[in-house]
């Protein structure tokens, strides 16, 4: 590990200033340390904003909910607002990482945590992410767990965090306060794919803190669900999953919102499946039909072919192969 200097922040202004003069925040150092220790982040200073007031999680006045950015992934998975009213954030929560790592780590940290490719772990490896300019050896490498959506020449890495898959599905936005003030982003602007810079990877600025996560209100009722297949059933990232919102009357679907995790350069909004469910009446058919449209401009590399079957489902497996 390089050497660095630690400073506590007492209050908001201490983290912001300490940001702006090029600080480090961490909040429950579950990724942020480890990555020191492998030497992939090398930060000066690191700049402890665990003890500031972001650890609230309430509902909007529009029936919406907010979540403070160190609130723990734990608490917001038990906490009885997010349950009730956006149960597929709980499941998407509950399925990460491990009971450990969610009393330690926060949302803030969660969607800003970096991607697990191995080449970007491993420092002899070429990463342009990591350095700028020095290829991707994930390309030609071996890229069973790679994107196949959003990629570009320069980067093929997935975004691992299975709560922003939810907050992508949701539609939610990213308050931020920074030196000049607030502002909020949209979720799905907010984390950026790869490009020809993949080394840009949220849209903050200089200094700039998370201060919450605001999910919009939906029409209730809401029928939801989080799936996530991975390698083995815990402890471990997603390989493909999917966040699953549904809004029902009348027997037919009037509101869906759906994103796929561990197949995009961030968490993928898959909006021609949500156009093939809006305005029909649920039915196995239907499932197959709209599931077909999730793998829509993929890519696949060499090794990860299969992910366009997890994606597509059963009916997809002779033609995908
Ligand atoms: C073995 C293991 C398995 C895991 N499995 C999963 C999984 O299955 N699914 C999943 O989603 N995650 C998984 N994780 C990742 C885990 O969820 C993250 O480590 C955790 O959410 C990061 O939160 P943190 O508060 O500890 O972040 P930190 O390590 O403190 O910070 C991470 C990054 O976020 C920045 N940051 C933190 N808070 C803010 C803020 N408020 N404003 C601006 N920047 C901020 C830091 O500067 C740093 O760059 C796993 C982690 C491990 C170690």
């Keep these: 590990m390089h050497p660095f200097s630690y400073t ?93 790592l969610r009393n330690m780590a926060t949302i803030g940290g969660n969607i800003m945590q970096r991607t697990r490719c191995t080449y970007f772990r491993d420092v002899t490896a070429a990463c342009n992410k990591r350095e700028p300019g020095s290829g991707c050896a994930a390309l030609h490498g071996v890229n069973r767990t790679h994107a196949i959506l959003g990629t570009s020449d320069d980067c093929v890495a997935t975004h691992p965090s299975d709560a922003a898959v939810a907050f992508t599905a949701l539609e939610a936005t990213v308050h931020l306060l920074g030196p000049d003030g607030e502002r909020t982003v949209p979720f799905a602007d907010f984390l950026l794919r790869p490009g020809s810079t993949p080394n840009r990877e949220q849209a903050l600025r200089k200094g700039e803190l998370i201060t919450s996560v605001e999910i919009p209100a939906l029409p209730r009722p809401l029928q939801s669900g989080y799936l996530k297949v991975r390698d083995r059933q815990s402890y471990e990232f997603a390989l493909t999953s999917a966040a699953v919102a549904l809004h029902i009357r ?64 059963p009916s997809s497996a002779n033609c995908a192969s």
């Design 250 to 313: 009348g027997g037919v679907i009037h509101e869906a919102k759906v994103a796929a995790g561990g197949v995009g350069t961030v968490p993928w909004k898959l909006p021609a499946v949500e156009r093939e469910l809006i305005g029909q009446r649920p039915s196995n058919v239907l499932w197959t039909k709209a599931a077909e449209r999730a793998a829509d401009g993929a890519r696949p590399l060499r090794h990860n072919r299969f992910k366009v079957e997890l994606l597509n489902g």
């Design 8 to 100: 506590r922040a007492a209050n908001t202004r201490q983290a912001l200033d300490a940001g702006r003069a090029g600080g480090r925040y961490i909040a429950g150092g579950t990724t942020l340390v480890d990555l020191m220790r492998e030497t992939v982040e090398r930060p000066r200073t690191i700049v402890d904003i665990s003890a500031l007031p972001l650890r609230e999680i309430m509902v909007t006045r529009r029936g919406g909910l907010r979540i403070g950015a160190l609130v723990r992934m734990s608490e917001a998975a038990a906490h009885r607002g997010v349950r009730a009213l956006y149960p597929v954030i709980s499941q998407a929560l509950e399925l990460s990482a491990s009971a450990q």
